[in-house]
């Protein structure tokens, strides 16, 4: 069974470009979480999805960033007019049900310039 | 709001020693998960071990083990026998148990990088 999948795993963006990550779960998981690390930080939460659904992007910034989880295909999460204080590594964990174990990806690290 | 502390950003251990990391981290719900992931160069995140909130007896995985201290809130890991392999970010993690239609988002501390000395 492949674990989860992120791509691109190095991601270098202009200011006022959009960048899309996208996330494949492990097979038979419909859970995807992204969070962001920061430099020097810890993992952030950012947005919640099942299938189709946004269950809770409480951590998710009000503007330039979103997320989709078809149902088919990887979730994506999309940041619009990047600006340099976005580069950070992005993750993606997934799990087969409510309450059940995360697991991650690699990550991608965006590289604003 | 749940947050988790870890007071220690730097820990260096001799090789085959032991070392342990310290983790503080404040709920006001009493059924929920206690995470310690490594974080190697590589950034792939990995479960070292977990602790259930209602279990009394402290997680162990190897030469991993934990110290978990729920009325002080403290969830602290132990690693034994260290190796070089060892070297990494360690990050302790949250999660509520329950949380009805809510999701299960995982709460992180800033981290503690470990040095292994050979």
């Known amino acids: 069974n492949a674990g989860v999948m992120q791509n691109p795993r190095h991601l270098v963006r202009r200011r006022g470009q959009e960048a899309r990550l996208r996330c494949s779960p492990m097979k038979g998981h419909s859970h995807v979480y992204w969070y962001r690390q920061l430099p020097e930080e810890g993992l952030k939460f950012m947005v919640y999805l099942q299938k189709e659904n946004i269950i809770d992007e409480s951590g998710m910034p009000k503007e330039r960033f979103s997320a989709e989880f078809p149902k088919e295909g990887p979730s994506i999460l999309r940041i619009q007019q990047v600006v340099r204080g976005d580069s950070a590594a992005y993750f993606c964990?997934?799990?087969?049900?409510?309450?059940?174990?995360?697991?991650f990806g690699p990550g991608t690290r965006l590289t604003v310039t | 709001a749940q947050t988790v502390t870890q007071s220690q950003p730097e820990m260096s251990v001799q090789e085959a020693e032991t070392v342990t990391l310290s983790c503080t981290y404040d709920?006001?719900?009493?059924?929920?998960?206690l995470f310690w992931y490594k974080q190697p160069p590589s950034r792939q995140m990995i479960l070292v071990i977990r602790q259930e909130a209602y279990k009394q007896q402290n997680a162990t995985e190897n030469r991993f083990s934990v110290n978990f201290q729920k009325a002080a809130k403290s969830f602290s890991l132990k690693i034994s026998d260290s190796q070089l392999g060892d070297a990494a970010m360690y990050f302790c993690a949250y999660r509520i148990r329950d949380s009805g239609a809510g999701s299960y988002q995982l709460t992180f501390g800033k981290g503690t990088k470990l040095s292994v000395i050979p």
């Open positions: 709920t006001s719900e009493s059924d929920y998960y």
């Open positions: 964990a997934s799990s087969p049900g409510i309450s059940y174990e995360q697991y």
